[in-house]
């Protein structure tokens, strides 16, 4: 398997597709996955711990979360070049602040997405993730990928390195930092706990695995 990994986008391949348990010869449907590309280690992960060998990637730069407007040109994009060679298309996005505009686009060209208004949702459960938006508004979400890209992805674009004066701007409203965790690892934690302190936020941390994002990816094509 080869994967070009966030966040310049690119491609996870998988073998060919393989035979269906009990029936000799009739072969798994094979599944293109459009996802942002702060979601590819985690599928590629699934894919690798679940032997989806039908499943493909395809990753659109995570950057595209600074520039929500511009995220559903890009997958309409790729899905008409997905058109060629496949017949079952997955999206991996919430709307991610589309304001609709993506579900538009899904629906136009007959498309389906993993369910949820952001990756958030995915990995947390959607009920889980209202709830806890719910009890908590002034929450700011960081992912195993937010948080090892917290530098590139939050402080630089924001200016935050040139101008740390500018977090009450943007942070002033948020009362904490909720880390929610899909692969235990001690230096991403750390580097999520460091995030919070960086923006003067109370740290929480929930570990929530791959959630809905693994229930879907091992249950399509099948």
Do not use: S, W
Request: proline share 5%; with cysteine; hydrophobic share 40%.
């Amino acid at each position: 398997m080869q994967a070009e990994l966030p966040g310049a986008g690119g491609t996870g391949t998988a073998p060919a597709a393989p035979l269906l348990a009990g029936a000799p010869g009739i072969a798994r449907e094979k599944v293109l996955v459009i996802a942002c590309g702060a979601l590819a280690r985690e599928i590629l992960a699934i894919i690798d711990a679940n032997g989806l060998t039908h499943v493909e990637l395809q990753c659109l730069p995570a950057q595209l979360h600074n520039r929500p407007e511009k995220i559903p040109a890009a997958v309409r994009a790729e899905i008409r070049k997905a058109k060629r060679d496949h017949t079952r298309i997955l999206v991996g996005y919430g709307d991610c602040g589309t304001g609709g505009l993506l579900d538009k686009v899904l629906a136009e060209e007959g498309v389906e997405r993993i369910e949820g208004a952001h990756c958030y949702a995915f990995f947390a459960g959607l009920d889980v993730f209202d709830a806890e938006a719910e009890a908590e508004p002034g929450t700011f979400y960081l992912t195993d990928f937010l948080a090892r890209h917290f530098e590139t992805l939050v402080i630089r674009p924001l200016g935050l390195d040139t101008y740390p004066e500018l977090r009450d701007a943007y942070f002033g409203h948020y009362t904490r930092l909720l880390y929610l965790e899909q692969a235990a690892d001690p230096d991403i934690e750390e580097r999520a706990r460091a995030a919070a302190e960086r923006l003067g936020l109370a740290y929480a941390k929930r570990v929530t695995g791959y959630g809905l994002l693994e229930t879907r990816l091992t249950t399509i094509g099948t």
